[in-house]
């Protein structure tokens, strides 16, 4: 599903970020990613989110590779991927509903073939209540919790989660987590970028380990 | 309420002002319209889930639109104030073309007045002339005193007499025949056809409708420029939407057609106003002309000298033009923006 070969990024003339990076991730995979602040995360998401394009390897995503795909084929492959964002970027002057909808509204489905489906998926996530909620009315749980479900409303096979537990109390961080698990073992495959150990003892899944810009998979 | 103001937003603070005249003021739908045309329709009373993807009313936004209303209003004042300057000369060209004078100098026998009427008669029998009006010894004395005064020293003088000779614009004689013809029938007639006077007024009208298009160029840079950059900012304000739509799977296109969509209604919409306000401007110039001028025969030579100060319709019509030009400059600029940030991701 994913193929990373001896990927390598540097910004700018600056020093190389992520060295050689190899792996290869499964369909219905759990992954952590994890390593110290600053080691590669959120840059490794990005390439996987073919919002950066590293300076040597090669990425193959769905069975694809990504280099000089034109931007509609790469906005297609996105939409076989989810993403929640560590800011969670929930648009201000939609309502939670319309947040959470949004990834259906953009791919042209009408919205009499969603509306049940994305009020569903608020109920199951908690927030059955608050859908006509602006997000600056949102806690921080909340808003985390609808950023999820605007990542899942359109059945991806790849979900990316960006410190998804960073903003939230512990008893939180544990039912998000919980949410994943659900949602892979619903056929998503998931990767989730954190550096709360607490958080990865929870679940017995295999670790990307980045450091000094390199990947160990443990 | 009318039901067309129902669903239009105003969203004019008056703060604790209290007072018949405040209440009067915040329930005119007068201000719901203007209040509508800058912030759109209320929020609140859309169709749940049909938000607009681009924030309808954002501060940016409204910077922009003020922006672009007075940007838009000077560009309409000018090229309405350019085209009424073009249409005013033309209209003075065509008066002073349609005129020619003959001028009658005394005669030695004192039978001038007999000389004026013989040459009246035999002009009006040429074809292309409309109307011959002799001017009296008074009449020509007239035109003389501002230069000689009001004594009885103009009479002993040998004042020629004028003949004011008014052509048919659409078939006009031949003056070098009417000439020659004068000339060899009557001692001392002269034509003149306001030939100089002619070369000096084009020369004048030509300089006024120039100078008025140079303005017009500079005004027009800079709205263009004005609100390019307006544009340009409200954009970079959008910025989180482009890249939350990027995200979620959006094509290029989509993004840059909800933006194109946004940006062409804040263009038409604050173009509208601009346009609306000089529209306002330009019919009211004559009434204030006419309180300016005094009225009576002050205001008939104001009136000859300035012109009527009413715009025609093709006047109007190009404020249409301007708000057209403002509007898809404002949805050029937003794709072209778009398409910008979008290249940062790629």
């Not at chain 1, 110290?36 to 959120?42: C, E, L, N, R, V």
Request: proline share 5%; aromatic share 8%.
């Amino acid at each position: 599903m994913i193929r990373f070969d001896n990927v390598g990024l540097r910004y700018g003339l600056g020093p190389e970020v992520l060295k050689d990076v190899d792996f290869h991730l499964l369909p219905g995979s759990f992954h952590f990613l994890t390593g110290p602040s600053g080691a590669g995360k959120t840059s490794l998401l990005r390439m996987l989110f073919m919002s950066l394009k590293p300076t040597r390897g090669q990425i193959h995503l769905f069975g694809q590779y990504c280099a000089d795909l034109p931007s509609a084929e790469r906005a297609d492959l996105r939409r076989r991927i989810g993403i929640v964002f560590q800011d969670f970027r929930l648009l201000d002057h939609l309502t939670t509903w319309e947040n959470v909808a949004l990834p259906l509204r953009v791919f042209g489905n009408s919205e009499a073939s969603y509306r049940d489906d994305v009020t569903d998926l608020l109920k199951w996530v908690g927030l059955g209540d608050r859908m006509t909620a602006y997000p600056e009315v949102l806690s921080g749980g909340e808003k985390q919790r609808a950023a999820i479900a605007r990542a899942v409303i359109g059945k991806p096979e790849l979900l990316l989660a960006d410190e998804p537990t960073g903003n939230v109390d512990p008893n939180m961080a544990n039912r998000l987590l919980r949410l994943f698990i659900e949602l892979n073992r619903l056929g998503t495959s998931v990767i989730i970028a954190t550096h709360d150990f607490q958080l990865m003892e929870q679940c017995d899944a295999p670790r990307l380990v980045l450091h000094e810009g390199r990947l160990e998979i443990r | 309420m009318p039901r067309v103001w129902s669903y239009m937003r105003v969203d004019l603070k008056f703060g604790d002002i209290s007072g018949r005249w405040v209440d009067g003021l915040k329930t005119s739908p007068w201000l719901a319209l203007i209040g509508s045309l800058i912030n759109g329709p209320l929020r609140g009373k859309r169709r749940p889930g049909s938000a607009p993807i681009v924030q309808p009313a954002s501060v940016a936004g409204r910077a922009l639109t003020v922006v672009i209303a007075i940007m838009g209003f000077l560009a309409c004042l000018t090229s309405g104030a350019v085209f009424m300057v073009s249409q005013s000369a033309d209209e003075w060209f065509a008066d002073i073309s349609s005129e020619i004078t003959v001028q009658v100098s005394p005669a030695e026998d004192n039978e001038i007045e007999k000389k004026v009427t013989l040459v009246s008669l035999f002009l009006a029998k040429q074809s292309g002339i409309v109307k011959v009006s002799p001017l009296s010894e008074e009449e020509s004395g007239e035109l003389l005193e501002p230069w000689l005064g009001d004594s009885d020293a103009l009479s002993a003088l040998p004042v020629p007499r004028l003949i004011a000779i008014e052509i048919d614009r659409e078939s006009p004689p031949d003056l070098a025949v009417i000439r020659r013809s004068l000339e060899s029938n009557f001692r001392g007639v002269a034509v003149d056809d306001h030939r100089r006077w002619k070369t000096e007024l084009r020369t004048v009208t030509r300089s006024m409708v120039i100078g008025g298009f140079f303005v017009l160029v500079l005004v027009g840079a800079a709205t263009v420029a004005s609100i390019v950059s307006a544009t340009k900012s409200a954009m970079a304000s959008n910025r989180e939407i482009i890249e939350v739509l990027h995200f979620v799977g959006a094509r290029e296109r989509f993004i840059a057609h909800e933006f194109e969509k946004h940006f062409l209604t804040i263009g038409i919409r604050a173009g509208l106003v601009g346009a609306l306000g000089a529209t306002f401007v330009f019919l009211m110039l004559p009434v204030v002309m006419r309180i300016l001028s005094g009225g009576g025969l002050a205001a008939a030579e104001f009136k000859q000298f300035v012109g009527t100060a009413i715009l025609g319709w093709p006047g109007y019509l190009l404020f249409g033009v301007v708000v057209i030009v403002i509007a898809v400059l404002c949805m050029v600029t937003s794709r072209f923006g778009v398409y910008r940030i979008l290249k940062s991701y790629n």
